[in-house]
């Protein structure tokens, strides 16, 4: 049985976001092609009165998203990216195009020393490990990527230890930037009993000191 507290809680802070998923969010379940993601998205557009609409597509990798007939999957990628999402989305509908997409983890790398010992294995996001499709590389402006170190096995990265966050520390890697700098990381916690991502202004001293937040 739910406390007095709980009920409150859910009322106050889970509530109105519940009803703003049911009232705003229309979610794609399964493996589409790109025509039929289209035709689906294009529909749901007539049915708002937004002037802007954000379109985001979330998939495991992008290699999940099927084949037209008589095209393979190189093609069906391309078309996704550069002619539906580039032109007719964005140009042609004011979308927002945001498209999530895990880490190819084969494309992780080893270093060695002179004696051939293994040092650490380095996994930073890259632009070819994205699902292992270049073309979202090719078609981005920008490309981002969050993810966990310890996933990794990192204990140490760029002066930073995340497990002194008991697993809630993230990185957010900028691979790609054709308005700044590239190359560059932002530490953050995320609470997971919260959903709240907080950054990280300590810098590395003072966050090997820090156990928790």
Known sequence: RLTDEE???IEIECKPYLEFV???LTILDGSWTPDKMLAFITQNLKNTNSQTFTNIV???TTN???ADSGQSKVEALKKWNQEYCLQILRNEKNTANILLQQQDKNSSTRQYTNRGESVMDKYKPTLEGLGGDKESANSANLVLSLYNPLTFGEGEL???YPSNFEGGFR???VNKNNFGDVNLTFPYYFNGKTGIWTPIDE???EFR???SL
């Open 7 to 9: 009920v409150a809680f």
């Open 58 to 60: 979330i998939v495991d």
């Open 158 to 160: 760029d002066g930073y």
């Open 22 to 24: 049911d009232s705003k």
């Open 209 to 211: 000191k820090q156990k």
């Open 171 to 173: 990185m957010l890697y």
């Open 203 to 205: 810098g590395p001293e």
């Open 64 to 66: 999940a998203i099927g």
